[in-house]
């Protein structure tokens, strides 16, 4: 008997683990481009370390997140819902920035970018302040990132019994941590791995290095734009979900599709989620403009 109630709480916590990280999965392609943004500008040999450091301090965070998830999915549970919905407004806000943000602060990202371009060329730099820094902004990047991923998480299996919540969520934060911090690795050092078989003898190996140093540009690029349109899609999913009314209005469309066929009455809900994750991020986005600029003008 007892091992079957084990048996049967293990499949359990493989199903809502395997949920959980489905939801989750949109939030990784942003957090994916972040993380190996931030370590751009270190030196080629020191980029392990560095990522290896932030992994590390993702740990550290999800360790203080977790526990947090738990007591209030224990004592505060009517908070589970407000707290998704902030996420959810949040990721929408964060996706619409970053399309906003070369019209926003073109001025502020080109000076930024001369300045470090400056710092690293400068020999008095002090490189270890430099790592210690794009470190502690990684971090920070993470703690943020993983408090959504949790908070999805924690919905996800806000009806399950103790043991299965405490089971997915550290699941999904050790996942989520390997799984991110493992891609970033690889990703920093597609370039490194190119370089070194262009300069290799044989013909294949200087072909292969080849794609791969042609690869790595775009392949930054596509993680971006692949991390903003999840972002989207699962921002704009936790505030339709939360939003009945907007929900049955999407679940009407998607039934009213279904004569146009199975596969747009399938994929009709995700886009109008999307669509509706990113208005309501253009809206958040204007309204923190407008609100900047009269605080500036009633400082000024």
């Given at each position: 008997m ?12 493989a199903?809502?683990t ?7 999965a949109?939030?990784?392609?942003d957090d994916?481009?972040?993380?190996a ?17 932030v ?24 908070l589970?819902?407000p707290?998704?919905?902030l ?9 619409a920035?970053?399309l906003?943000?070369?019209?926003l ?9 001369s ?10 730099t ?6 210690h820094?794009?470190?502690k ?19 996800t ?14 699941g ?12 970033v690795?690889?990703i ?23 794609v ?21 899609l ?5 505030l339709?979900?939360?939003l ?11 039934a009213?599709a ?9 994929m ?7 669509l ?7 809206l ?7 609100f ?5 003008g009633?400082?000024?």
């Amino acid at each position: 008997m007892l091992i079957d109630d084990i048996a049967t709480l293990l499949d359990d916590v493989a199903a809502m683990t395997k949920v959980a990280a489905k939801k989750t999965a949109g939030v990784l392609g942003d957090d994916l481009a972040l993380n190996a943004e931030q370590v751009s500008g270190i030196r080629a040999e020191r980029e392990l370390p560095v990522v290896w450091a932030v992994a590390v301090g993702s740990l550290r965070n999800k360790a203080i997140l977790v526990p947090l998830a738990l007591a209030i999915g224990a004592f505060l549970p009517w908070l589970i819902t407000p707290l998704l919905m902030l996420g959810g407004a949040f990721l929408c806000f964060e996706g619409a920035e970053k399309l906003a943000h070369k019209y926003l602060h073109a001025a502020e990202e080109q000076q930024e970018h001369s300045e470090r371009l400056h710092a690293l060329q400068d020999p008095a730099t002090d490189m270890v302040a430099f790592e210690h820094d794009k470190i502690k902004g990684a971090i920070t990047t993470d703690f943020i990132l993983s408090a959504e991923i949790i908070a999805i998480a924690l919905g996800t299996v806000a009806t399950q019994p103790f043991g299965t919540q405490l089971a997915v969520l550290v699941g999904i934060a050790l996942v989520m941590t390997v799984g991110v911090y493992g891609l970033v690795a690889a990703i920093v050092k597609l370039d490194d791995v190119g370089l070194y078989l262009t300069q290799k003898p044989q013909a294949i190996s200087q072909a292969i290095g080849c794609v791969l140093l042609n690869a790595a540009p775009p392949l930054m690029r596509f993680l971006s734009v692949a991390g903003t349109v999840a972002v989207f899609l699962v921002g704009g999913g936790i505030l339709t979900h939360g939003l009945p009314t907007v929900h049955h209005a999407i679940e009407a469309a998607a039934a009213a599709a279904a004569n146009l066929g199975s596969l747009l009455a399938g994929m009709l809900p995700s886009v109008l989620n999307g669509l509706f994750g990113l208005l309501v991020g253009m809206l958040l986005v204007l309204l923190l403009t407008l609100f900047s600029r009269l605080r500036v003008g009633l400082k000024a």
